[in-house]
């Protein structure tokens, strides 16, 4: 079992930035990807962003330019640095691991963008 605890959301204004944080509770290689999903009230739930050893970091189409993911393997930690944030991106925030056999999910972290 691997429990994800996200941490970092809260309230900001449009053209702020976040770091988000996500450590897992052991240690996770760096072969099995790790990255973020975020869910906004009334849509599903969608990618930001993932990275994986083998193939670097992915993103969604409207986060490009503007998050940046990365990770601390020693921490057990991926991040999601998020610059120049909008109202649109307003949503819940969760964390994940796609291990064999099981995709483990955090509890999630509010991002609220808002003047």
């Known amino acids: 079992q691997v429990q994800l605890v996200e941490s970092g959301g809260g309230l900001v204004q449009p053209g702020e930035s976040l770091r988000l944080s996500c450590t897992a509770s052991?240690?996770?290689?760096?072969?099995?990807?790790m990255g973020w999903y975020r869910q906004a009230p009334g849509k599903q739930r969608e990618l930001v962003a993932f990275?994986?050893?083998?193939?670097?970091?992915n993103y969604g189409d409207s986060v490009k330019g503007r998050f940046t993911i990365s990770r601390d393997n020693a921490k057990n930690t991926v991040y999601l640095q998020m610059n120049s944030l909008k109202p649109e991106d307003t949503a819940v925030y969760y964390c994940?691991?796609?291990?064999?056999?099981?995709?483990?999910w955090g509890q999630g972290t509010q991002v609220t963008v808002s003047s």
């Open positions: 994940n691991a796609d291990m064999p056999g099981k995709t483990y």
């Open positions: 052991r240690i996770i290689s760096s072969a099995y990807p």
């Open positions: 990275i994986s050893r083998s193939g670097g970091p």
